[in-house]
């Protein structure tokens, strides 16, 4: 087999500084969508993958999942990241989460989360997350008229409600907030903690460290909250393994806080940069939902999985070996020109929007209902209430290539 042609354009997707970059990133994968959507990608130092950017393939490749596994290569990092992950795991230490695992072990360890995260719990959470959503609009208020919208609201009001799931107390929520931040940062120089696989691998141990105290807790006392539901968790009879045990504590705790912060702040800038939707959205409240689907479109924070092709196979014509992965640039799905009219304009009102932000399939994200809460609860509290806001200086996004969004937005504004 000849050596595939690299299209320069995709080369953005193996630059974390792209995603801090909204204007070179979507050029580059417009001209993919038009020109080059299975394009090849070998970037050091990175191992090579076709990236993927069309709407519909994204979406068959995730509905098959027999053909199309997370492991070993889920998410993009570099060669050296992956041999040590690797490594990590064989001598019985590493990151082996949900988005890691293929099926069956995949549905058997998801299932022992998912009551908490269904509508009954939901509801039941939500007099928790309103209260959460008036404490931070009334913080803005005490703080105002300016304030970093990041810093300042969006990254703490999902993670207090993320560890009053798991029943943490707020004395730890600094340690995650830090943990949480150098997790996703590694690849952001504000956030990061070293420079090397090595000392970025030193976050999950602090991880580990942790989570191991809180399942020795809550399996010599159990209550009622989803971290005593992971430490007892089992699996064919089986309690889960000391790994995928912290593993699931790590994914709930850092993805169901950083990702929503990001879609928060994506969200509150959109409406910034947008006034006549955050009119309309004011002068119609009933546009909530809608509205939420599309900052979190206009957002997507988790902006790639991988999977690798367990047998020889095509993807719009393309040729894929056994062997090698793809990558699912979920940030170019939720701009394709075949699905969204318009995909470059802001529309509270846009429906249908079949976005993607969530992933698709076995791998549906399984906090998408608690994220959708959280938003529509903050921005129902915080927009009757803003008679005014405007950016009160440059909005500052992380360098990523996997999960990231705003890190500062400095905002001037009045509340009611």
């Known amino acids: 087999m000849s050596t595939p042609i690299v299209n320069p354009a995709a080369k953005v997707l193996a630059d974390p500084t792209a995603y801090a970059d909204d204007d070179r990133l979507h050029a580059a994968l417009a001209e993919l969508r038009a020109h080059d959507p299975v394009a090849w990608v070998d970037v050091w130092p990175y191992r090579p993958f076709w990236a993927i950017t069309k709407h519909a393939d994204i979406m068959a490749i995730e509905r098959d999942n027999e053909l199309f596994l997370s492991e070993p290569r889920p998410l993009l990092s570099t060669a050296a990241a992956d041999d040590l992950a690797k490594a990590q795991l064989e001598a019985g230490m590493g ?88 997790m996703f940062g590694g690849d952001d120089d504000e956030y990061k903690r070293g420079t090397t696989p090595e000392e970025q691998m030193a976050v999950l141990l602090d991880f580990f460290a942790y989570f191991s105290e809180l399942t020795a807790s809550r399996r010599a006392q159990p209550t009622d909250d989803l971290a005593s539901a992971i430490a007892n968790g089992t699996i064919d009879g089986e309690p889960l393994s000391e790994v995928d045990t912290a593993s699931y504590y790590v994914i709930v ?53 991988m999977r690798t092709a367990s047998a020889d196979t095509t993807v719009r014509g393309v040729d894929i070996a056994a062997g090698e992965s793809v990558y699912l640039a979920y940030v170019s799905g939720n701009r394709d020109e075949e699905v969204f009219t318009d995909p470059f304009r802001f529309d509270v009102g846009r429906d249908p929007n079949k976005h993607v932000a969530f992933g698709y399939g076995v791998h549906f994200c399984l906090g998408a209902a608690l994220a959708r809460m959280e938003m529509n609860s903050l921005f129902t509290e915080l927009v009757p209430r803003l008679s005014s806001v405007e950016l009160a200086g440059p909005p500052e996004l992380s360098a990523t290539t996997f999960v990231g969004g705003l890190k500062h937005l400095p905002i001037r504004y009045a509340l009611r």
């Open 95 to 182: 990151l082996r989460t949900l988005i890691h695992m293929d099926d069956p072990h995949h549905r058997k360890v998801r299932s022992i989360g998912a009551d908490w995260f269904r509508p009954k719990a939901m509801r039941a959470l939500k007099v928790r997350v309103d209260e959460l959503a008036r404490r931070y609009v009334d913080k803005m208020a005490d703080i105002g008229p300016e304030c970093d919208f990041v810093t300042d609201v969006a990254v703490d009001f999902p993670l207090y409600v993320i560890m009053s799931l798991l029943g943490l107390p707020e004395s730890d929520f600094g340690r995650m907030h830090a943990l949480t931040q150098e």
């Open 253 to 305: 705790a850092s993805a169901g806080h950083d990702t929503t912060k990001d879609a928060i702040s994506g969200g509150m800038r959109a409406l910034i940069d947008n006034p006549a939707e955050l009119r309309r959205l004011r002068e119609d409240p009933g546009l909530m939902p809608t509205a939420v689907e599309e900052m979190i479109r206009w957002s997507t924070p988790v902006k790639e999985f």
